[in-house]
């Protein structure tokens, strides 16, 4: 997704009349991140939903680590779970939106 964000900005296919290319980006980077969910969820246990599937593969990932210790692995699960925390606080914060109080000042 990275990736699709540069190439939009870097090539300027965000502006007007430019943006000839930008649905064929999008559409050829949504689709191969949706094939790569695809295949993950194909090669392990047939999930039923999404986020069973990404529970499957955090846990396999946790497994992995604890017997393999590998550092990038480590990088790997500490990435995941500041998304996951990173995606709650913004729903906590769609949810309560914090709006800062105006005091009402008049004139003397």
């Known amino acids: 997704m990275?990736?699709?964000?540069?190439?939009?900005?870097e090539f300027d296919l965000l502006k007007k009349?430019?943006?000839r290319f930008a649905p064929f980006v999008v559409l050829s980077l949504g689709s191969l991140i949706t094939f790569l969910i695809s295949?993950?969820?194909?090669?392990?246990?047939s999930y039923s939903?999404?986020?069973?599937?990404?529970?499957?593969?955090?846990?396999?990932?946790?497994?992995?680590?604890?017997?393999?210790?590998?550092?990038?692995a480590v990088v790997s699960v500490v990435c995941f779970v500041g998304a996951v925390l990173s995606v709650v606080?913004?729903?906590?914060?769609?949810?309560?939106?914090?709006?800062?109080?105006?005091?009402?000042?008049g004139e003397p």
């Open 17 to 19: 009349g430019r943006g």
């Open 2 to 9: 990275a990736v699709g964000g540069r190439i939009l900005l």
């Open 49 to 72: 939903n999404l986020g069973a599937m990404m529970w499957g593969v955090a846990t396999l990932a946790i497994a992995w680590i604890k017997t393999s210790k590998s550092p990038l």
């Open 89 to 105: 606080k913004d729903i906590f914060r769609a949810q309560v939106e914090l709006r800062p109080v105006q005091e009402d000042i």
């Open 39 to 45: 295949y993950v969820n194909s090669n392990l246990i």
